[in-house]
């Protein structure tokens, strides 16, 4: 949390400040933060609409949010992969900027060959994790079209400025098949 925290980047992505660590009763240790107001995770957002249908301005939000968020991370100079890249772990404060959550899972990696799936990864996991949200009458709650057009579509724009020559093709065919996977409701 204080490493993402410190860097500094023109559109930096802020988690929580860590004060302490708590052990809880089933023996979980969890870290405790301060209260931030305004921050609000994306899962929250659509949990308030699972009983009726996510407007389709919140879904382009919680869309949004988690592509700027996987792609800042993505992009640095000393990148990290999530390896928990949910919408519950992706936020936003009341001025829409993204917020990240949850960064216990976070690992700075290289972008080499052996290690490029961690990022596909994120990306994939993320895309389900939009594409599994349904409200309580069995309606899917992101539109497949969505994800692709405002998740999918402008990581896959920009695989050439995130990674190397040598994986680029790599990242795209993975992207490709993720797209294919969304599109069919999956």
Same mark, same amino acid.
């Given at each position: !949390?204080?490493?993402?925290? =410190? +860097? %500094?980047? @023109? ?7 860590? *004060? ?49 968020? !996987?792609?800042?991370?993505? =992009? +640095? %100079?000393? @990148? ?7 919408? *519950? ?54 539109? =497949? ?42």
């Amino acid at each position: !949390m204080r490493d993402i925290n =410190s +860097l %500094e980047h @023109p559109q930096a992505i802020r988690t929580f400040e860590p *004060k302490g660590v708590i052990r809880l009763e089933n023996g979980e240790v969890a870290v405790i933060t301060d209260f931030i107001q305004g921050v609000r995770s994306c899962d929250s957002l659509v949990d308030e609409y699972r009983e009726t249908m996510l407007p389709e301005e919140k879904a382009r939000l919680i869309a949004r949010t988690a592509f700027a968020t !996987m792609h800042y991370f993505h =992009s +640095l %100079e000393k @990148p990290y992969t999530m390896n928990d890249a949910q919408i *519950k772990n992706f936020a936003f404060t009341i001025s829409t900027e993204p917020w990240c959550i949850d960064t216990e899972t976070f690992q700075q990696t290289n972008k080499d060959s052996a290690k490029i799936s961690r990022f596909v990864r994120d990306v994939g996991s993320c895309a389900y994790s939009m594409s599994g949200q349904y409200n309580y009458d069995g309606q899917r709650m992101l539109d =497949s079209e969505l994800i692709i057009e405002h998740f999918i579509k402008p990581y896959e724009e920009d695989i050439p400025n995130l990674y190397s020559y040598g994986t680029v093709d790599i990242v795209q065919a993975s992207i490709e098949g993720l797209k294919q996977d969304i599109a069919r409701g999956a």
